[in-house]
């Protein structure tokens, strides 16, 4: 018998919640929490993923300086489109399927859902990124960084309307993948304070 390993993780936790499990992971009520293999079980590995969004796996060098640099120039870069309502370019620093999660929002995932969302955001006066820390190896990173903001939202559909000032503080929080020599955000979560 063969169990691959989501069965045993699925038989790991069961015992850990003291529920009983058959051989093949599945749920078993009353009777013995314990589950008895048979002899001749053997546990293997699932296959692993493939494709070209799977990130790298297995050992990796870590990042170069002139990587980290890049990184934090493609994070000031990302910031000056978007404060400079350069939304394409924006949009651009993103891989192809790249998530835009705003707060209290439902996600934008991919290039035209970013720039769709961005475009309807009010017009941003001031975007500084500081702080910015970059941890990774080899084509991926992972980035946090302070982002303080002011901006005026007007009415879209009344422009004789009082114009409001807006203000945000918070925490910036990056995936990037390296692809073609070029960093460029997979993930990005806003998190104000």
Known sequence: MVVHLKGLVLLVLAGMLGVGCTSNGEASTGGDSTTQEPPDTQIVAAEPPTGPEVWDSGPQDPLSQADVDAIKEAVQKAAESYRGGQFQSFSNKFTNDGKLMPPNSQPRNGKQAIKAF?????????LTVTNIAV???GKRATVN?????TGKTND??????LTIGVSSKGTLLI???KKSGTWLAK??????Q
């Open 187 to 192: 993930d990005v979560a806003y998190v104000p």
């Open 156 to 161: 879209p559909v009344n422009e004789n309307a």
């Open 135 to 137: 941890d990774g190896a």
């Open 145 to 149: 960084a302070t982002v303080e903001m």
């Open 175 to 177: 995936t990037m993948k």
């Open 118 to 126: 961005a475009e309807l955001s009010p017009k941003i006066d001031t």
